[in-house]
Structures are given as structure tokens and as C-alpha cells.
């Protein structure tokens, strides 16, 4: 599998982060978030979007989106559920983070920490009021359990996980969520992987060595 990736991205680390846990090999190409004139050239016959993560499957098939990428690679794994109502509260989860967390935290950390370009004070301010609506909602939920959907880790807490322990790189702190602090420890520190902001060697192969929490 290539897997076109950027070591900045959350969606992609979603991503690497599964391929990781599923011991998966991979190609990665790596491509500019900043930069985008090559996009078109590279990823137009893979991704209608023309954005990363794009994966393309040993067969030649693309793949695009890293949620449904993540569905795809769980698929009959433990990472993604039987049960017919778990499997619906895991897409609940991931529409979630595409709609209300994304948006807002991943683009308030763009901006401040990887453009270094927030457009102004008050687009910075309304993105980041958005960004606390989607960690509060986060909060009631793992109030009442470790994991966001039945007992186990699943694929909707990886694309959760993805930027919110990053989240602080946009300004967002944490201190009125203990249960989210929570969270992020008990049910990413048992599996093996690096946080994102971990620079790997810049060839192609697995991008995630086995390194717990709090040590990338
Ligand atoms: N909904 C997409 C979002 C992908 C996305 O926004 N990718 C960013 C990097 S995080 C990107 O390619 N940005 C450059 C661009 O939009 O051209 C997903 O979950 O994969």
C-alpha cells in the first residue's frame, strides 16, 4: 500500500497511527499542506478532493477520506465493531469529529501552529468557541466510560484522539475536561504508538514506531 501522508496532519496520523496497531507495511509519500501546487498532478486521478490522506491499495485502487480510510482497514478487526448498533455510534463518533471537532481545532492548530497565518483575532476567537463546543460534548460523553463507543478502543476514539492531543498547539487547554485528560491517557497509553508531532526517519516504510504515550 502508498500511503500519500503529511507528518503534520491529524487525518493523516489517524491514519498511521491504525496501520500501526493493525501492523500493516506501507509506502508513504509525503505532501506539502502548505505548498499545494503539485496537487493536481499527484493525487488527480485518486482523490476528488485532491487532499491527504489518499490511500492506494496494493491492486491500484485509491482510497480517500481518512475516516472511511480507517473503516476500510479496521474492517474485521477488533478496531471496528460487529454489533450493528456499535458499528452506527462508531459513524456517529466519526461524522462527529469530521463536522464539529475538525473543523475547528484542526484549523485553529493550522493556522497558529503550522501556517503561522490565523486570518484575525475574531475568526481565531469564533473557531476556538466552536472548538471548546466539540471538546465539552467529548467531556459529557467520557464522563461515563473510558472509550466512545461500548468497552473498547475503537476506530472513532483514534480519529478523536487524532487532534485533540494536539489540540493545545491552537491555544486549546483541557483543565475544565478531566474526563477527556482521561481518556486520551488510559485508552491510547496501552497501544503501542507516537504522537504526532513525532518526526520519524524521512523514508518510505511504517511511520509509527512502537513508542508509548508521553514518550513522542
Ligand atoms: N475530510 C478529509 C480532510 C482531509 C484534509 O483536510 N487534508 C488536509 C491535510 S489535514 C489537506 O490535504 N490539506 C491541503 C488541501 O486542502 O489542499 C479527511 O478526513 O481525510
Redesign the pocket.
Known amino acids: 500500500m502508498l500511503l500519500y501522508n ?1 507528518q503534520v ?4 496520523y489517524k491514519v498511521r497511527l491504525l496501520l500501526a496497531h493493525l501492523g500493516l507495511d506501507y509506502e508513504r509519500r509525503e ?1 506539502d ?1 502548505i505548498d ?1 501546487s503539485d ?1 493536481a498532478d499527484t493525487l488527480g486521478d485518486l482523490n476528488p ?5 489518499t490511500l492506494v491499495l496494493d491492486d491500484g485502487r485509491p482510497l ?4 472511511a480510510i480507517m473503516w476500510f482497514l479496521g474492517e474485521g478487526t477488533p478496531y471496528v465493531p460487529d454489533d450493528r448498533f456499535e458499528r452506527a455510534q462508531v459513524l456517529q463518533w466519526l461524522f462527529f469529529e ?1 463536522y464539529s471537532h ?1 473543523p475547528h481545532i ?1 484549523v485553529v492548530r493550522f493556522w497558529v501552529a503550522v501556517a503561522h497565518a490565523p486570518p484575525s483575532p475574531e475568526a481565531l476567537e469564533a473557531k476556538r468557541r466552536d472548538g471548546y463546543t466539540a471538546l465539552d460534548a467529548m467531556e459529557r460523553h467520557l464522563a461515563t466510560g473510558r472509550f466512545l463507543v461500548g468497552e473498547r478502543y475503537t476506530i472513532a476514539d483514534i480519529a478523536l484522539y487524532a487532534y485533540t492531543h494536539v489540540a493545545h498547539e491552537g491555544g486549546f487547554g483541557i483543565p475544565r475536561h478531566p474526563s477527556l485528560a482521561r481518556a486520551g491517557g488510559s485508552s491510547a497509553a496501552p497501544r503501542a504508538h507516537q504522537r504526532l508531532s513525532h518526526q520519524p526517519p524521512s523514508r518510505g516504510g511504517s511511520a509509527i514506531s512502537p513508542h508509548r504515550i508521553g514518550q513522542g
Open positions: 503529511s496532519s491529524g487525518n493523516c505532501m499542506v499545494r496537487r478532493a485532491l487532499r491527504v490522506p480517500a477520506e481518512s475516516n469530521q475538525e484542526a
